[in-house]
């Protein structure tokens, strides 16, 4: 199982630390990748990294203001968020894949392949 937490409710330009902690599995062979889905949107990838090497990638979007990072010793997985702007409001959510390679592609992480946590909400207010 995946559990993301860290959502809130914040201001804008304020910083937000998600998290995504595994259980039943270690993190440390999967590709982690983290979505966003604002209402009425579809669920766009925002970041993932790879098992290999441990590359990052990021959305245009989030470039510079985020950052996705690894803790083995914790079995999980964070996403730092700074200067948060009201359009980065979403439902965020990780998904683990047991592949050497992420995207940024929601459909590259199907349920046959990769472990999705439920989603944690967060809300940036201007």
């Known amino acids: 199982q995946l559990q993301a937490s860290g959502g809130g409710l914040v201001q804008s330009e304020n910083s937000l630390r998600l998290s995504c902690a595994a259980s039943?599995?270690?993190?440390?062979?999967?590709?982690i990748g983290w979505f966003r889905q604002a209402p009425g949107k579809e669920r766009e990838g925002v970041s993932c990294?790879?098992?290999?090497?441990?590359?990052?990638y990021y959305a245009d979007s989030v470039k510079g203001r985020f950052t996705i990072s690894r803790d083995n010793a914790k079995n999980t997985v964070y996403l730092q968020m700074n200067s948060l702007k009201p359009e980065d409001t979403a439902v965020y959510y990780c998904?683990?894949?047991?592949?050497?390679?992420?995207?940024?592609?929601?459909?590259?992480?199907?349920?046959?392949?990769?472990?999705w946590g439920q989603g944690t909400l967060v809300t940036v207010s201007s």
């Open positions: 998904a683990a894949a047991f592949l050497t390679i992420c995207s940024l592609r929601a459909s590259y992480w199907s349920p046959q392949l990769a472990y």
């Open positions: 039943g599995f270690t993190l440390d062979y999967y590709a």
């Open positions: 990294i790879s098992s290999s090497d441990g590359s990052t």
